[in-house]
């Protein structure tokens, strides 16, 4: 699974539903570990990131109605990493200025077309965001492979051991390895799908 997967068209026309609780609660599953995620990277504490992915999530909830999903203006990932990039920039600039700080960000100024100079934050953003997403699906098919299949699988696939050394540990041949995680692999992609994500270079 070398590509990101990309966010799909309808999920997006979901999420500018509010009262589609499905969408969100799906949105929320797998961007709020992404946003933590970025935020620890960034050094925030916990309770800060956890704060931020709220922030964020409120931010695109007021804002996705002017998301125009036309791929030469950007993807709906690099959209959300912007939002988040500013917030993060916004609140460690408030704590400068005031350690108390509070108040409203201004989506409208989360918004605006401020790129990373470096593209670090948009790499680790999508390097997440591709993690997140198969470990999230990965979840969701762990019940359906025996535990030989499974640890085969994780092994191999997410660790990153070398498919013989696995095989060797869990008594099993090369090739059973192989077509384990092959199996895997695929019923992941399927699950992403499934949910209105597609598996695309561009998202």
Same mark, same amino acid.
């Given at each position: 699974? /070398? %590509? ?5 068209? *309808? ?5 500018? %539903?509010? =009262? ?8 929320? #599953? ?7 995620? !970025?935020? $620890?990277?960034?050094?925030?504490? +916990?309770?800060?990131?956890? +704060?931020? =992915? @709220? #922030? ?7 804002? !996705?109605?002017?998301? +125009?999903? %036309?791929?030469?203006? &950007? ?28 108040? /409203?960000?201004?989506? @409208? ?6 790129? /990373?100079?470096?593209?670090? %934050? *948009? ?10 997403? !198969?470990?999230?699906?990965? +979840? $969701? !098919?762990?019940? #359906?492979? *025996? ?9 191999? &696939? ?12 869990? &008594? ?21 799908? @499934? ?5 695309? #270079?561009?998202?």
């Amino acid at each position: 699974m /070398d %590509d990101a997967p990309s966010t799909h068209p *309808s999920f997006l026309i979901r999420l500018r %539903d509010p =009262a589609d609780e499905g969408a969100w609660s799906e949105f929320m #599953e797998i961007y709020g570990p992404l946003v933590r995620r !970025i935020a $620890r990277h960034r050094r925030l504490q +916990d309770a800060d990131a956890e +704060d931020l =992915a @709220q #922030e964020v999530f409120r931010a695109v909830a007021r804002a !996705i109605e002017r998301y +125009d999903p %036309d791929p030469e203006k &950007g993807s709906f990932r690099a959209w959300l990493s912007r939002i988040a990039r500013n917030l993060i920039i916004n609140l460690l600039a408030a704590r400068r200025r005031h350690p108390q700080g509070s108040g /409203d960000t201004d989506v @409208q100024r989360l918004l605006e077309d401020q790129p /990373d100079p470096t593209g670090e %934050d *948009s790499a680790v953003f999508d390097a997440e965001y591709r993690r997140t997403l !198969i470990m999230w699906a990965a +979840d $969701r !098919i762990r019940g #359906e492979l *025996s535990d030989a299949a499974w640890q085969a699988f994780w092994q191999a &696939g997410v660790e990153g051991r070398p498919p013989k050394e696995v095989a060797e540990a869990l &008594g099993m041949s090369l090739g059973t390895v192989y077509q384990y995680k092959s199996r895997a692999v695929v019923r992941i992609r399927r699950e992403i799908e @499934q949910f209105g994500w597609e598996s695309a #270079e561009n998202s």
